[in-house]
């Protein structure tokens, strides 16, 4: 941005060069233009300065979104090999259709109140499970 500092500069010389009288009309357009320039050019640098801060701190967050994402990898990879004898069953939640993952065998138990991770609300397993087809037929 430094650059913009070197052409106010030269323009603020070139006015000096041409004897331009400060309190003259022209005298007073010219210099106010250069002082605007003058200005334009701090607004910018003030920006581009912040702009690097914001670059930067992105940067970080996106380093430490990654450690994140690597810890979470790591996590789903240890569970599913945990996990791995259970059959699951995909089924829809009726109230915000995301996909709830259920252990197969709670499906056939009676008692069993599966809770939607996402909104919480109960998805019915035995309706859902085998009318996952029909799901908007079914009345919320
Ligand atoms: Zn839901």
Sequence with gaps: ???LYERVA?????AEGLNVEENSKDGKLLMGIIETL?????????LSEDQDDLAEYVESLDE????????LFEC????????EDI???????PNCHEDVYVDEDLIYEDDVDI?????????DLVEEAYDIEDLDDIKE
């Design 64 to 71: 430490d979104l990654a450690e994140v994402e690597e810890e």
């Design 76 to 83: 789903d990879e240890e569970d599913l090999e945990d996990e």
């Design 10 to 14: 030269y323009l603020k010389g070139l």
């Design 38 to 46: 003058e200005d334009f050019a701090d607004g910018l640098v003030e």
């Design 87 to 93: 059959d699951f069953v995909e089924v829809e939640c």
């Design 115 to 123: 809770v939607c991770p996402r909104c919480h609300e109960h998805v």
């Design 1 to 3: 941005m430094n650059h």
